[in-house]
């Protein structure tokens, strides 16, 4: 019965570098969402996708951030030439899209950019 | 847009003793949901409680009940019996139900003294 899946727990990458951020959701739900967490603040959303889709990207910084959830496999969130400013934790919920419908984090991604 | 405020930034109760956590929320749509999600130190975030905005009555979960007002646009938390594992980060959080984003706001650190 496992929830929200999101691996690396932490990752540490230099200034310049790429970091993958993958999810998997919970059994049965197709819908996933990320979100960003910076010190001492709230979860601010990044984007909305549905298998094979971005339903919402309103939140995702212009450049150097994409994702992508595809028919087979996690949704990745990537991050191209990391940034100081991006070491913040990542969270991925799911639902089920279901018209009362609750979203279920997963456990966070911590990421540190040196 | 939505926009959800928590004015308090910490808050501290004594153990078995009931606290209220004080949240307020503007937005133009009559459909909503409002949520309160629990962040411990392992950083997991946890559903709390769920309100649907249609609904009259306050939602129940245990120790755990809202007082929903929503001419005054207010879903404050109350936590009863207060334990030592409910010491935490709490967001209040709202959206327009399924399949759209999470509005936070920045969070409420409580702190249970035994």
């Known amino acids: 019965n496992a929830g929200v899946m999101q691996n690396p727990r932490h990752l540490v990458r230099r200034r310049g570098q790429e970091a993958r951020l993958r999810c998997s959701p919970m059994?049965?739900?197709?819908?996933v969402y990320w979100y960003r967490q910076l010190p001492e603040e709230g979860l601010k959303f990044m984007v909305y996708?549905?298998?094979?889709?971005?339903?919402?990207e309103s939140g995702m910084p212009k450049e150097r951030f994409s994702a992508e959830f595809p028919k087979e496999g996690p949704s990745i969130l990537r991050i191209q030439q990391v940034v100081r400013g991006d070491s913040a934790a990542y969270f991925c919920?799911?639902?089920?899209?279901?018209?009362?419908?609750?979203?279920?984090f997963g456990p966070g991604t911590r990421l540190t950019v040196l | 847009a939505q926009t959800v405020t928590q004015s308090q930034p910490e808050m501290s109760v004594q153990e078995a003793e009931t606290v209220t956590l004080s949240c307020t929320y503007d937005?133009?749509?009559?459909?909503?949901?409002l949520f309160w999600y629990k962040q411990p130190p392992s950083r997991q975030m946890i559903l709390v409680i769920r309100?649907?905005?249609?609904?009259?009555q306050n939602a129940t979960e245990n120790r755990f009940s809202v007082n929903f007002q929503k001419a005054a646009k207010s879903f404050s938390l109350k936590i009863s019996d207060s334990q030592l594992g409910d010491a935490a980060m709490y967001f209040c959080?709202?959206?327009?139900?399924?399949?759209?984003?999470?509005?936070f706001g920045k969070g409420i650190t409580l702190s249970v003294r035994p």
């Open positions: 959080a709202s959206n327009t139900g399924a399949n759209s984003k999470l509005t």
């Open positions: 919920a799911s639902s089920s899209g279901r018209r009362v419908d609750t979203q279920y």
């Open positions: 996708l549905q298998k094979e889709n971005i339903i919402d």
């Open positions: 059994k049965g739900h197709s819908h």
């Open positions: 937005t133009s749509e009559s459909d909503y949901y």
């Open positions: 309100q649907e905005a249609y609904k009259q």
